[in-house]
T-cell receptor, first 110, second 115 residues
């Protein structure tokens, strides 16, 4: 079935470090891909999305490119801030349902 | 707009008790969803609804029931609570139509403990 695999966390970085969180997927069709972020004590919020191959989603300094050839959607940010500390979920969407990865917890220290 | 609201925020149940988790959205979304999030895991879909009067099972529906009598409300019912249902429950909604990719908006969650 359809699935999403994210890199295991937790990830701990210093402020201004470069961030990569890997995400790969398995799907029978051509899914849309998403990154959601969950701040402590809150629900999930959409961070960015891409709907077709080679699309790049971006928001708040985060970027991810839909790579069909490697079935990947890695999340990157050039310089993280303490306020980026959260859990990040990669997800795919086929039809009306989302399939989530397990999440990667990011902690950014000052 | 309040978005997606959920009540209660926290609840402790004894084994065998029942309860209803409430979810309301004010965005006139046709699709609504219930997920559970277990520690260290992603979200798993319990039930979803594509419109008033229409519901369908997700990945983990056992032990739960839902109804959708209005566009705004999508309550989740636990009839006989079990410790395996200890989790954080999220409600979400989206406006979906054929061929479009729609963002799901999430509520703040309900943390349920069954003892």
């Amino acid at each position: 079935g359809d699935s999403v695999t994210q890199m295991e966390g937790p990830v701990t970085l210093s402020e201004e470090a470069f961030l990569t969180i890997n995400c790969t997927y398995t799907a029978t069709g051509y899914p849309s891909l998403f990154w959601y972020v969950q701040y402590p004590g809150e629900g999930l919020q959409l961070l960015l999305k891409a709907t077709k191959a080679d699309d790049k989603g971006s928001n708040k300094g985060f970027e991810a490119t839909y790579r069909k050839e490697t079935t990947s959607f890695h999340l990157e940010k050039g310089s993280v801030q303490v306020s980026d500390s959260a859990v990040y979920f990669c997800a795919l969407r086929l039809s009306e349902k989302l399939v989530f990865g397990k999440g990667t917890k990011l902690t950014v220290n000052p | 707009n309040a978005g997606v609201t959920q009540t209660p925020k926290f609840r402790i149940l004894k084994i065998g008790q029942s309860m209803t988790l409430q979810c309301t959205q004010d965005m006139n979304h046709n699709y609504m969803y219930w997920y559970r999030q277990d520690p260290g895991m992603g979200l798993k879909l319990i039930y979803y609804s594509v419109g008033a009067g229409i519901t369908d099972k997700g990945e983990v529906p056992n032990g739960y029931n839902v109804s959708r009598s209005t566009t705004e409300d999508f309550p989740l019912r636990l009839e006989l609570a079990a410790p395996s249902q200890t989790s954080v429950y999220f409600c979400a909604s989206s406006y979906s139509r054929a061929g479009s990719t729609d963002t799901q908006y999430f509520g703040p969650g309900t943390r349920l403990t069954v003892l």
